[in-house]
């Protein structure tokens, strides 16, 4: 169960729940809005070595393909199987069973510079894309 008080998000819409150095990366509600209908997601290799802001996922909707971005550096040490048989998952529950990723961070003070949720509330509501 994540504990979406304790989560980061980048300027990307990308979600960032982490415990020391391991965390596991999503999508937020609002980009899942954005994006409509997910009918395929493009996952990464587990071992994939990722800078932050590097692609990480392509998420695929009916209106176009998105790249989704990793929040911080780090190595992928499991990818969301479940997405493979049903990419809805993603606009039904962002935060919960359409996790996308987890990874084994490289520096996690990464985190620190990512918003936290009121502060990526305010950034959405000003028009942040």
Do not use: C
Request: negative net charge.
């Amino acid at each position: 169960m994540i504990d979406q008080t304790q989560l980061k998000f980048s300027k990307t819409h990308e979600w960032l729940s982490s415990d020391a150095d391991l965390a596991i990366v999503g999508i937020t509600q609002h980009a899942q809005e954005e994006i409509s209908d997910v009918v395929f997601v493009e996952l990464p290799k587990v071992g994939k070595s990722v800078t932050q802001g590097e692609e990480i996922a392509v998420v695929e909707s009916v209106k176009a393909a998105f790249s989704i971005y990793a929040p911080v550096s780090g190595m992928v040490t499991e990818i969301n199987e479940a997405l493979a048989k049903d990419p809805g998952l993603i606009n039904r529950s962002p935060y919960e069973q359409g996790w996308i990723v987890r990874m084994k961070l490289k520096n996690p003070a990464e985190a620190e510079g990512l918003m936290d949720q009121k502060q990526y509330d305010g950034w959405v509501k000003g028009g942040g894309h």
